[in-house]
């Protein structure tokens, strides 16, 4: 997979993560503008965090047990006021579309490392998938192959074997399905495909 396509995905992604914060920032213009209070409980809530972080910053012997309660207190009364207007308690988060990754395409991991997102891994495999022409594989797959378009004639003259093209593709397809069949067997050998393009 080319730089350039996961540049283009990661762009597509940012846009994705964007407009999910754009969305959020509408909504809680609206609801603050219905129900002042939650601004309020949101100002203070920052506040507090910021307090918090200095303190630790500063090594304060300050407790901290106090304001995670003052927090706790805060944070259930803005439960409490959206689940009065029937607001589900995320509708002051952004909507994202991975919740794993926040539309960032990464994952952080417990030792500060990020690694690439399931969805955005599949998101490089879909376009794999499509590029590779295996899309249409209901339709072209080993039950719809039909060996019959190939001859039956024997001529080592004009093909290089001593058996006809028809019993060639038929051990080709054979092959081709053991290897499917035994493709986790380290023992089983690679296929190797060479010639020019639309050659049978």
């Given at each position: ?175 081709c399905i053991y290897f499917i069949e035994n493709f986790d067997n ?15």
């Open positions: 997979m080319s730089n350039e396509i996961l540049n283009l995905l990661l762009k597509e992604y940012e846009q994705k993560k964007l407009k999910a914060e754009m969305d959020l920032t509408l909504r809680k213009k609206e609801l603050y503008k219905e129900v002042p209070r939650l601004q309020e409980i949101e100002d203070e809530l920052n506040e507090y965090a910021i307090y918090t972080a200095k303190n630790i910053l500063n090594n304060s012997s300050y407790s901290l047990n106090p304001l995670t309660q003052k927090i706790e207190t805060l944070r259930c009364e803005k439960n409490k006021i959206l689940h009065n207007l029937n607001l589900d308690t995320n509708y002051l988060k952004p909507y994202y579309q991975c919740m794993k990754c926040n539309d960032t395409g990464y994952i952080r991991l417990d030792n500060y490392k990020t690694e690439m997102c399931p969805c955005l891994k599949q998101k490089l495999l879909d376009i794999s998938f499509n590029k590779s022409n295996m899309s249409n594989l209901n339709k072209e797959n080993f039950s719809t192959f039909n060996e019959n378009v190939f001859s039956d004639e024997v001529d080592i003259s004009r093909y290089g074997f001593n058996i006809s093209p028809r019993s060639n593709i038929k051990n080709i397809k054979n092959k380290p023992e089983c050998k690679n296929l190797l495909f060479s010639g020019n393009t639309g050659l049978r």
